[in-house]
């Protein structure tokens, strides 16, 4: 039901997994401060950009739509527009934003997101901006906040911030400080009272969770195998997924844990970024293309049925012909489920900024397209060989047609027909049919789904804050008259 009395806020996220958790966060605090969520930026009293810094284009796309918002703040003042993430966390950044969005209202960083509240109240009582990001990373461990959780039945959980790798092409060290660690204690009680509410798949965030070095209740060194096996051993019918793993932290204990565990997926998302030696010793990888390999195949051994997903960055400098086979080496030898490809961007104030031979973008960009023909044709492989078996599927989302979507332990996605009441509940699906890697199922028959329940979960699909949904933004490209949106407004208040 709208409450038309309430005001309402939009948020729109950007980036990684991470941020896409700590906007539930700023959700929080929003609805904490009496507002709802609405799914356009011409209904909004309060918009909230959470940022994104990996690439430029990520960048281009958020000034362009910060920009759009021009207009609307025009026609209706009172519009509070604020700025945090990835992006704002950077001083030049964060100045940028002030020169050529004077209209910007509040603009923060990732470390200081708690401090929001205080943003929002000294902004609507004052009148004033405020500018506020602070370089102290430790702060983002003292939030217990009111999390508002939109990710349907999965729920994020995160174990630690930062990262110490500096992977030499990229931002996040510079943006989200030095790698701090979650109390354990923290993270089982949050677990715990996750899997009490009925979420059914819970996925550990950090950006290298091997790494992860927290302290029991009795002040002792907790290791990541150390954590996934306390987790593990609690009671529930529920998943656990983790990422991002760093190949290099990847301990025999963490495989051991995950090959005996009762929760933990399968499907293991592990980058490895490039497959030439030459280049990984460049980016400050600090593994080679026989360990990355040797790694997945002891995987393999422990875990048959385990899956892999990666992320590679295509024209990286210095990249030849002859370093891009080498990745296409790795792709045909590990056989991924899923690649996440990219063309390699300069980050300002990186160590690859400074590289010679870079590479150009005609290069990059034929070198992408032939990765992901490579892929394709080994996915679609792998998914045909998937036809007729049957598979535990969580049901994750629904839409008005009756159709469910669904996730493989592997972490693959399947459509098929069902009742919404199968939403948050694990069901055996035969895949019926594949095209171009999608997969089609039907449930096999179970008795027990006539007595499933609806549950209170958020749709995903419904949800405002996700980052594949930017419907509002669309909205205001496709509304370009600027008199028209004005009268638009007019007639809304
Ligand atoms: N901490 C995670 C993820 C970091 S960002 C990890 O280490 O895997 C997600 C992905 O973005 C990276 O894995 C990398 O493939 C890509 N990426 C990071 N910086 C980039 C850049 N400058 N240009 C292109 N892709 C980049
Ligand atoms: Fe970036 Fe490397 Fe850290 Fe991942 S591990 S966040 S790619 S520096
Ligand atoms: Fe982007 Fe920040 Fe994540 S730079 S990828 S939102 S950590």
């Keep these: 039901m709208i409450n038309n009395d309430k005001r309402k806020y939009l948020i729109l996220t950007y980036g990684c997994q991470m941020n896409v958790h700590e906007s539930e966060k700023l959700a929080g605090i929003l609805e904490d401060n009496g507002y709802e969520p609405c799914t356009d930026a011409v209904s909004a009293d309060i918009v909230v950009f959470n940022t994104c810094a990996i690439r430029e284009s990520a960048e281009q796309k958020i000034f362009g739509n910060i920009g759009e918002l021009k207009n609307i703040k025009l026609a209706k003042p009172d519009m509070i527009i604020a700025i945090g993430g990835c992006m704002s966390q950077q001083q030049k950044y964060a100045d940028e934003i002030m020169k050529r969005y004077p209209f910007v209202d509040i603009i923060f960083g990732?470390?200081?997101?708690?401090?929001?509240?205080k943003f929002l109240k000294s902004r609507i009582n004052s009148g004033k901006k405020v500018v506020n990001i602070t370089e102290d990373e430790t702060i983002a461990l003292r939030d217990k906040l009111h999390i508002c959780r939109t990710s349907g039945v999965n729920a994020w959980v995160n174990i630690m911030y930062g990262c110490n790798n500096f992977c030499t092409y990229c931002i996040v060290p510079y943006v989200r400080g030095r790698e701090v660690s979650r109390p354990e204690e923290d993270i089982l009680l949050e677990v715990k009272g996750l899997i009490s509410e009925g979420y059914k798949q819970i996925t550990l965030l950090g950006q290298n969770v091997n790494s992860y070095k927290g302290l029991d209740e009795h002040g002792n060194e907790v290791t990541f195998a150390k954590l996934l096996l306390d987790i593990d051993e609690l009671a529930g019918d529920f998943r656990i997924r983790f990422m991002t793993s760093h190949p290099k932290d990847l301990s025999d204990e963490v495989i051991d844990v995950i090959?005996?565990?009762?929760?933990?997926?399968?499907?293991?998302?592990?980058?490895?970024?490039?497959g030439s030696d030459k280049i990984l010793a460049s980016m400050n990888r600090k593994y080679t293309k026989e360990q990355y390999l040797n790694?997945?195949?002891?995987?393999?051994?422990?875990?048959?049925?385990?899956?892999?997903?990666?992320?590679i960055i295509v024209g990286f400098p210095g990249e030849t012909?002859?370093?891009?086979?080498?990745?296409?080496?790795?792709?045909?030898?590990?056989?991924?489920?899923?690649?996440?490809?990219?063309?390699?961007s300069k980050r300002?104030?990186?160590?690859?900024?400074?590289?010679k031979d870079q590479i150009d973008t005609k290069t990059k960009k034929e070198r992408l397209s032939k990765l992901l023909a490579v892929k394709n044709e080994i996915v679609n492989r792998m998914c045909q060989n998937m036809l007729g078996k049957t598979y535990s599927v969580l049901v994750e989302s629904y839409n008005e047609n009756g159709v469910l979507y669904g996730?493989?332990?592997s972490g693959k996605t399947i459509?098929?027909?069902?009742?919404?009441?199968?939403?948050?509940?694990?069901?055996?699906?035969?895949?019926v049919q594949v095209r171009k890697s999608v997969l089609y199922g039907e449930i096999v028959d179970d008795e027990r789904i006539k007595d499933f329940k609806e549950k209170s979960f958020k749709n995903p699909l419904e949800v405002s804050i996700l980052p594949k949904d930017q419907k509002s933004m669309k909205l205001l490209r496709e509304n370009k008259n600027k008199k028209k949106l004005q009268n638009d407004f007019k007639s809304k208040n």
């Design 110 to 117: 990732t470390h200081n997101l708690a401090d929001f509240d």
């Design 348 to 355: 300002k104030g990186t160590v690859a900024e400074k590289m």
């Design 321 to 344: 012909e002859e370093d891009f086979n080498e990745t296409i080496d790795v792709i045909k030898k590990v056989e991924y489920m899923q690649i996440f490809g990219f063309l390699y």
């Design 295 to 311: 790694l997945i195949n002891k995987i393999k051994d422990k875990i048959p049925d385990a899956e892999f997903t990666t992320d």
């Design 259 to 274: 090959s005996k565990s009762k929760h933990i997926c399968h499907g293991i998302h592990l980058p490895v970024q490039s």
């Design 407 to 409: 996730s493989l332990d």
């Design 415 to 431: 459509t098929f027909k069902g009742s919404k009441n199968c939403v948050g509940e694990f069901v055996d699906v035969k895949v």
